[in-house]
């Protein structure tokens, strides 16, 4: 697709209950972030896949958080038994990978989960 | 050490006015210092990005400038515009060693409003 697309856009659920989120990156883009919006904070990094390496699971905050990246295509971002404060928009993003030089992240939309 | 703090959280100027936005860091290994620019309901875009070996970098109304000694850089918007009006995040990251990658520290974003 022309951009990354994610979905749903909006997810309301309640706490206890386990959520995916996806994430579909620009064809040829093979690096995947995962990032996370709260309110009034800026981009927390999440995770990030680069082709076959091992992701870089270092920003997930607690064992209730997963992703995983099939065919290094489409991204799915899990959590389980939600709690109130996982409320925050989750930003995808995509970039090529270069030799050097900085990439360029290209956002989605962003998924909206509210926790009730 | 992996901070970024951006100030102001907002920000209202007249149009034709001077935005400015100041960002500062600790880590001194970062080497690669982006502007994303992000509208409501959508994903950040990149709007222009510095390295450290340069003090100042213009792209048309937009300026980044860089003082590294202060660990500091800002972003000015010259003859502001209410289209403008957006969320602005910098950021930093680490491109030292060849990884070229994209884990980006975020500021916590200014909301900037021009007012026509």
């Known amino acids: 697709g022309a951009g990354v697309s994610q979905s749903p856009s909006n997810k309301v659920t309640e706490k206890g209950k386990d959520v995916e989120l996806r994430c579909d990156p620009i064809?040829?883009?093979?690096?995947l972030y995962w990032y996370r919006q709260s309110l009034g904070q800026g981009l927390e990094f999440l995770i990030y896949?680069?082709?076959?390496?091992?992701?870089?699971k270092s920003g997930l905050p607690s064992d209730r958080f997963s992703a995983e990246r099939t065919g290094g295509s489409v991204s799915t971002l899990t959590i389980q038994r939600t709690q109130q404060e996982d409320s925050a928009v989750y930003l995808c993003?995509?970039?090529?990978?270069?030799?050097?030089?900085?990439?360029?992240?290209?956002f989605g939309a962003g998924s909206r989960l509210t926790v009730l | 050490q992996q901070q970024v703090k951006q100030s102001p959280q907002s920000l209202i100027v007249q149009k034709g006015g001077i935005s400015i936005i100041n960002c500062a860091y600790e880590?001194?290994?970062?080497?690669?210092f982006p502007w994303y620019q992000q509208f409501p309901g959508k994903g950040p875009a990149l709007l222009i990005a510095?390295?450290?070996?340069?003090s100042e970098k213009k792209e048309g109304r937009f300026t980044i400038s860089f003082n590294k000694s202060a660990k500091q850089f800002s972003l000015h918007i010259m003859d502001s515009q209410p289209g403008d009006s957006a969320t602005y995040f910098c950021a930093a990251s680490e491109l030292a060693g060849g990884t070229s990658y994209g884990k980006l520290t975020f500021g916590q974003g200014t909301i900037l409003t021009v007012h026509p």
């Open positions: 064809s040829g883009h093979t690096a």
């Open positions: 993003a995509s970039s090529k990978s270069r030799v050097s030089g900085a990439n360029v992240l290209t």
């Open positions: 880590n001194t290994a970062f080497d690669y």
């Open positions: 510095i390295r450290p070996d340069v």
């Open positions: 896949f680069q082709g076959n390496s091992a992701p870089d």
